[in-house]
């Protein structure tokens, strides 16, 4: 069978992110975004999916990391569409509740061509160095791009960076899940014929 992949590339004035993304493999991971915490999540991400991820981004950070982060998760959320071309023989749907150390996080997708974010998740105020607000942004825009319809749901957590990885790590596992190709199911799984 055809490997599931896709490269994008992605330039405005602002960001310059190129992604190289094959759902059935694991390897290579390589993630160099100019932002290291994002480095560490795209990587966690990737080795959670079992995907190989290639990224190489760069954008005005002089200025804040919002545009790179954006632009990033907009050109995964292009990739991954691409990957799935078809979307023939999917499972579909993937869920997962990941804990890390005090934070736990449930997320669950539905690779429905309609988009939709439903994002709750907390951090602590006043952190110094990285946004973590901006992930919002990423999920979103990944959501939209992707045709994915997403729910992402923190249960609990005080620690900014465990609450991260747990919804990082989550949505890699419930991606793996969603993408994995079912032998029982011939065609696209939608009584419409259509996803």
Not at 70 to 86: F, P, R, V, Y
Not at 126 to 136: A, E, I, P, S, V
Not at 168 to 181: C, D, I, M, P, S
């Amino acid at each position: 069978m055809k490997q599931r992949k896709a490269d994008v590339l992605r330039k405005t004035k602002e960001t310059k992110v190129s992604i190289g993304l094959n759902l059935d493999k694991p390897v290579p991971v390589k993630v160099r975004t100019t932002v290291p915490f994002v480095d560490h999540m795209l990587t966690l991400l990737a080795h959670h999916a079992a995907v190989s991820l290639i990224v190489e981004a760069s954008g005005d950070t002089e200025i804040d990391d919002h545009h790179l982060v954006e632009d990033i998760g907009i050109t995964l959320g292009q990739a991954l569409k691409k990957a799935l071309g078809s979307k023939k023989s999917i499972n579909r749907y993937g869920n997962f509740l990941l804990p890390m150390d005090e934070a736990l996080s449930y997320v669950a997708i539905d690779i429905s061509g309609r988009p939709y974010l439903d994002y709750k998740v907390k951090y602590s105020p006043g952190n110094r160095g990285f946004d973590f607000g901006l992930f919002k942004e990423f999920f979103y825009a990944v959501a939209i791009n992707g045709g994915l319809t997403l729910h992402i749901k923190q249960k609990s957590g005080e620690n900014n960076h465990h609450i991260a990885e747990s919804v990082f790590k989550g949505f890699g596992r419930a991606l793996r899940q969603a993408v994995a190709l079912n032998n029982k199911q011939k065609g696209v799984p939608s009584t419409k014929g259509k996803l």
